[in-house]
């Protein structure tokens, strides 16, 4: 199985640019509860480009989980819903304030460590990851589909 991985970087109703490599087959489970060790990985990179480590959210979490929720539940996977749903308006409807928003999406990794290692690998999601702009962040896994979303300051 190889895993997938979409990047979008949304600021105020810009678009998404998507990156995708394979499409595999899911496996819905119960989110794990590595979302403070994800972030911790991509606050080491953040560290070592010089940058200040992103705060753990709950509003983003929430939305990252939703949406990784509901590509499972009906066979998608796009940082757009089949209803044109982006992004910024899931982290809008969870509460978020931020005016610059993004998400970086995977799907088939093993561990949070391979998503991290793909998204770092990975131009887009790179750029992303080490984002001075975004201060917070909510990662979350449900079953092999990981979902990042970040925000800047309110």
């Known amino acids: 199985m190889r895993p997938i991985f979409i990047l979008c970087a949304v600021l ?3 678009a998404c640019v998507s990156q995708v490599r394979e499409v595999v087959p899911q496996t819905i489970t119960e989110p794990a509860g590595s979302a403070a060790l994800s972030l911790d990985l991509i606050n080491a990179e953040r560290s070592a480009a010089g940058l200040a480590p992103l705060r753990r959210d709950a ?3 929430r939305a990252a989980l939703a949406h990784a929720k509901d ?3 009906r066979g998608y996977f796009d940082h757009v819903s089949p209803e044109g749903q982006t992004p910024r308006g899931r982290l809008l409807a969870a509460g978020d304030c931020g005016l610059l928003t993004g998400e970086n999406i995977a799907k088939g990794q093993r561990s949070t460590e391979e998503v991290v ?3 770092m690998a990975s131009e887009g999601h790179r750029r992303n990851n080490l984002n001075g702009s975004f201060v917070r962040g909510g990662f979350v896994q449900y079953g092999d589909i ?3 979303t970040f925000s800047g300051a309110c």
Do not use: H, P, S, T
């Open 71 to 73: 590509m499972a539940a």
């Open 59 to 61: 509003a983003l979490e």
């Open 146 to 148: 990981y979902v990042l």
């Open 12 to 14: 105020g109703l810009g």
């Open 117 to 119: 290692r793909d998204w």
